[in-house]
């Protein structure tokens, strides 16, 4: 008993998508604080990217709006946004952690009210949709961000325009003589719950991804459903603006293939499914068509696949695609395909193709600052050189949203009990 009064028992999650905000909150309503450190200025991860879940499709604010105000009724969690794990050492129930965070330059004084915002003129990417747009220098993440902080963009620090942002706020929030700080933590246990990336497509050669402008992935097509996003929700063609109609969906682009990821995702298929809801509920007359190797829907997916399916609208073709090219006057995509099940060959056009990539681990893209053990992908295995680290989520595996709180719950369980570990 001695050891266990002794240990510490504070956890550290690593990321601050589903996985880590329900790890972090599991653990700190059973007792345990926590100290959740997150890359990007809001929390929510992919999932605050998305329109909508499936099977029920309702849009991600349902379930994060709930696990907010979970956090901030709890004072046993401290949230570090715009920061990253940059050295750890130490063992089970006693490891020193240095957390690096990065200049918001917008402190905890900020009311969301865009004053800041309305004094800049500098256009910046959107990283929130990937890029299909640009913000303000001065911009709120999303429209429901949490924090719901503004930032401002580095590019323009040190000139008069972030002096004007600065003059516009009446309540002193930005600070434009922020810098990047660091400091340590001793925790008892870490949970590793950094996510996942979309697959880079441009390497995939029959796709035209970065040459045909109206091929795009499918984590793009979530943000052009999005009422929040770009369009404001309009499914439209990157290349003139005009609402697509006539949709192709290519599924395992890239994935179950030696030259690229050799593993299956698991929820490309459902993923596409429902995205052809998003389009099929705009317009009576729209079409959905699915190349597939396998439609992978399984347990209580299946009947929603069955739903999809048994629209009239939506055509199944299990082949995958040896060639897609792009008509550069009238933008119409053409995607040629055998079809396994007749054995002839089919031809069409399309508005718009949308690619389902494949999750790859973020610990396949950026080193750990830690003795991580991975497997051949850059997924977190279960049994660790160092225990007290515990992978949760996609991270671990590729899982969708529902799995992955359910794995952070069991990172949760584990990570109390390294605790107690001396």
């Known amino acids: 008993m001695a050891d266990v009064l002794n240990a510490n028992r504070s956890i550290?999650?690593?990321?601050?998508?589903?996985?880590?905000?329900?790890?972090?909150?599991?653990?700190?309503?059973?007792?345990?604080?926590?100290?959740?450190?997150?890359r990007?200025?809001?929390?929510?991860?992919?999932?605050?990217?998305?329109?909508?879940?499936?099977?029920?499709?309702?849009?991600?604010?349902?379930?994060?709006?709930?696990?907010f105000r979970r956090i901030r009724n709890n004072p046993l969690i401290r949230v570090f946004t715009m920061a990253e794990v940059e050295k750890i050492a130490g063992e089970a129930g006693n490891f020193d952690v240095t957390i690096k965070v990065a200049p918001r330059y917008v402190n905890e004084k900020c009311t969301g009210c865009g004053l800041c915002s309305e004094a800049a003129s500098t256009a910046v990417p959107d990283a929130f949709n990937y890029g299909l747009q640009t913000v303000r220098a001065a911009y709120l993440p999303h429209e429901?961000?949490?924090?719901?902080?503004?930032?401002?963009?580095?590019?323009?620090?040190?000139?008069?325009?972030?002096?004007?942002?600065?003059?516009?706020?009446?309540?002193?929030?930005?600070?434009?003589?922020?810098?990047?700080?660091?400091?340590?933590?001793?925790v008892g246990a870490i949970v590793w719950a950094t996510g996942w990336q979309p697959y880079d497509a441009t390497g995939i050669r029959y796709c035209g991804v970065g040459k045909h402008r109206n091929v795009i992935t499918n984590v793009v097509m979530e943000r052009l459903a999005s009422p929040g996003g770009p369009?404001?929700?309009?499914?439209?063609?990157?290349?003139?603006?005009?609402?697509?109609?006539?949709?192709?969906?290519?599924?395992?682009?890239?994935?179950?293939?030696?030259n690229h990821l050799p593993y299956c995702s698991g929820v490309c298929c459902l993923a596409s499914l429902k995205q052809a809801t998003y389009l099929l509920e705009r317009h009576e007359n729209a079409s959905a068509t699915i190349f597939y190797i396998d439609i992978r829907a399984l347990g209580k997916y299946?009947?929603?696949?069955?739903?999809?399916?048994?629209?009239?609208?939506v055509n199944l073709i299990k082949g995958k695609p040896g060639e897609i090219s792009e008509d550069p006057e009238t933008g119409m995509v053409t995607v040629q395909v055998e079809d396994q099940a007749t054995g002839g060959i089919v031809k069409d056009q399309f508005d718009l193709v949308v690619l389902a990539v494949g999750m790859v681990p973020s610990?396949?893209?950026?080193?750990?600052?830690?003795?991580?053990?991975?497997?051949?992908?850059?997924?977190?295995?279960?049994?660790?050189?160092?225990?007290?680290?515990?992978?949760?989520?996609?991270?671990?595996k590729p899982v969708d949203v529902a799995s992955s709180v359910q794995d952070a719950t069991a990172a949760a369980l584990k990570a109390i009990q390294a605790t107690c570990r001396r």
């Open 144 to 186: 429901f961000a949490f924090p719901m902080r503004y930032v401002v963009a580095p590019e323009v620090i040190g000139t008069p325009e972030a002096e004007a942002i600065k003059a516009a706020c009446p309540y002193g929030a930005v600070e434009l003589d922020m810098q990047p700080a660091t400091f340590d933590l001793n």
């Open 12 to 38: 550290l999650v690593a990321g601050g998508g589903m996985s880590g905000l329900s790890a972090a909150l599991e653990a700190a309503e059973a007792g345990i604080p926590v100290c959740l450190v997150e």
């Open 363 to 396: 610990c396949a893209v950026e080193t750990p600052p830690a003795q991580l053990a991975l497997d051949e992908h850059g997924f977190v295995l279960d049994e660790q050189p160092v225990p007290g680290i515990v992978g949760a989520g996609c991270a671990r």
């Open 40 to 67: 990007e200025p809001y929390l929510g991860g992919r999932v605050a990217r998305m329109n909508k879940y499936f099977p029920k499709l309702c849009p991600p604010s349902c379930g994060l709006e709930i696990n």
């Open 231 to 258: 369009t404001g929700g309009r499914i439209t063609r990157p290349s003139d603006g005009v609402e697509a109609k006539k949709i192709a969906f290519v599924q395992c682009a890239g994935s179950r293939d030696e």
């Open 302 to 313: 299946e009947s929603f696949f069955t739903t999809v399916r048994s629209d009239p609208r």
